[in-house]
Structure formats: C-alpha cells, structure tokens
C-alpha cells in the first residue's frame, strides 16, 4: 500500500481538520474530555483495568484517545502494558501529531515518552505496547487475530466517513470482542447503533459530551 498521510488544515484555535474527510480530529470544546466521557467512562474505564487489558480503535488520529487510556493506566496503579491496537487509514505525521498533542499539557509526561519512541506502525514501552495497523479497516481488521476487551470506534462522522461505520465493519468489531466486552462511540446515528445490535452487542444510546445530545454503549453478552 502506498504510504498515504493524513492532510490537515489548522483552525485558528489550533485544532487539525481532515482536509480528506473535513472533520476535526478531536471536540472544538474539549478533546481531552470528550475522550474521557465517550471512550474512557463508555467503556467503564479505568474500572475493567487489569492485567493484559486489551483496547482496539478504529481511527488513532493524533493519539489522543491512546495516550488519555495509557495515562489513566498508570495513574491507576498498573504496572504491566496495556495492549493498544489502532486501525488507521491515514496517519498523521509524527510532527503533525506533536503539534496537536500540545494542545494538551496534562498529557504532556506522556505524549513526551510516547513521541520519543514513536516511529510509526510499533511501540513498545515499559507500560504500553502500541500497534497502528495502516490501511483500510475494513480489509485489515478481518486480518487481524487478537481479541479486545474494549472498543473505541472514533472514526470521522459517520456522514462523511461511512465506510468505517458499515454493518460488516461492526460485525468484524464485535468478531474481535472478548464476551462481556464493550464498545463505545460519540455518535448515536441510527444506522451505526442497528449495525452493533446486528453483530450481536446489546446497545444503549447515553448522554453525549458537550453539544452532542446522545453517544452509543455496547456490550457483548
């Protein structure tokens, strides 16, 4: 596959825009905490935390969401890695990320450790063992043979983004789920939620962060 970057426009607050799917990276509110309501406490994270903890994502974008997991790991007292594979069709350069990261000074120990490392595909760290799997999800992740116990789904809106919300891609989530394990997402389009039900989740719409009304719960029974 040829290597294709993510292109980005730069809002004057500093934020990335997919110039490709012409959606923000992250909430112009607050990124930090959307991704802590919808991801972190959708997933009822860091409560399920535990030794060989396993968290998949669909869209890695600028980290975020990994490095807010992998902090709250550590804060929580684990001390072994948490397992953190990201599909990813258009990666962001490691410049590119930086410069969104330091939006975020909370996470700076971390996103510092992490940049330090980071040479894409890998990285692995005495607490973290990151893989970004390049490319199409929906021909990647039915090649993919783990299995996770908990789900981001953060690709770009599902109304410009379809591909990375179709019915068969939540089947292949759901194929790659642990049972009891979870998934979690800030949108609450009917059609994603009916995809999760479908692939065997039990689905519950919640309170969204910020001017998003509703996000969507899911459990594998």
Same mark, same amino acid.
């Given at each position: 596959?040829?290597?294709?970057?993510?292109?980005?426009?730069?809002?004057?607050?500093?934020?990335?825009?997919?110039?490709?799917?012409?959606?923000?990276?992250?909430?112009?509110?607050?990124?930090?905490?959307?991704?802590?309501?919808?991801?972190?406490?959708?997933?009822?994270?860091?409560?399920?935390?535990?030794?060989?903890?396993?968290?998949?994502?669909?869209?890695?974008?600028?980290?975020?969401?990994?490095?807010?997991?992998?902090?709250?790991?550590?804060?929580?007292?684990?001390?072994?890695?948490?397992?953190?594979?990201?599909?990813? %069709? *258009? #990666?962001?350069?490691?410049?590119?990320? !930086? =410069?969104? &990261? $330091? %939006? *975020? #000074?909370?996470?700076?120990?971390?996103? !510092? =450790?992490? &940049? $330090?490392?980071?040479?894409?595909?890998?990285?692995?760290?005495?607490?973290?063992?990151?893989?970004?799997?390049?490319?199409?999800?929906?021909?990647?992740?039915?090649?993919?043979?783990?299995?996770?116990?908990?789900?981001?789904?953060?690709?770009?809106?599902?109304?410009?983004?379809?591909?990375?919300?179709?019915?068969?891609?939540?089947?292949?989530?759901?194929?790659?789920?642990?049972?009891?394990?979870?998934?979690?997402?800030?949108?609450?389009?009917?059609?994603?939620?009916?995809?999760?039900?479908?692939?065997?989740?039990?689905?519950?719409?919640?309170?969204?962060?910020?001017?998003?009304?509703?996000?969507?719960?899911?459990?594998?029974?």
């Amino acid at each position: 596959m040829a290597d294709q970057h993510a292109e980005l426009t730069w809002t004057e607050d500093h934020i990335p825009v997919s110039d490709r799917f012409d959606d923000p990276y992250y909430s112009l509110q607050n990124g930090l905490e959307e991704t802590r309501h919808v991801f972190l406490a959708g997933n009822d994270l860091p409560a399920r935390f535990a030794p060989g903890f396993r968290i998949a994502e669909l869209g890695f974008g600028t980290g975020l969401n990994m490095l807010t997991a992998w902090s709250e790991w550590e804060k929580s007292g684990q001390s072994t890695p948490l397992s953190f594979s990201s599909f990813e %069709a *258009f #990666p962001m350069t490691a410049q590119d990320m !930086a =410069r969104a &990261l $330091a %939006a *975020f #000074p909370e996470l700076k120990p971390w996103a !510092a =450790r992490f &940049l $330090a490392q980071w040479r894409g595909g890998t990285c692995k760290l005495d607490t973290l063992h990151l893989e970004v799997i390049e490319g199409d999800a929906r021909q990647t992740l039915p090649a993919w043979t783990d299995q996770a116990d908990a789900w981001f789904l953060d690709g770009f809106s599902p109304a410009k983004n379809p591909e990375l919300w179709g019915a068969d891609l939540m089947q292949q989530v759901a194929s790659h789920t642990v049972k009891g394990g979870t998934a979690a997402t800030y949108t609450a389009a009917g059609f994603v939620r009916r995809g999760l039900q479908e692939a065997g989740f039990n689905v519950s719409r919640t309170a969204g962060f910020g001017r998003k009304r509703h996000m969507t719960r899911a459990v594998l029974p």
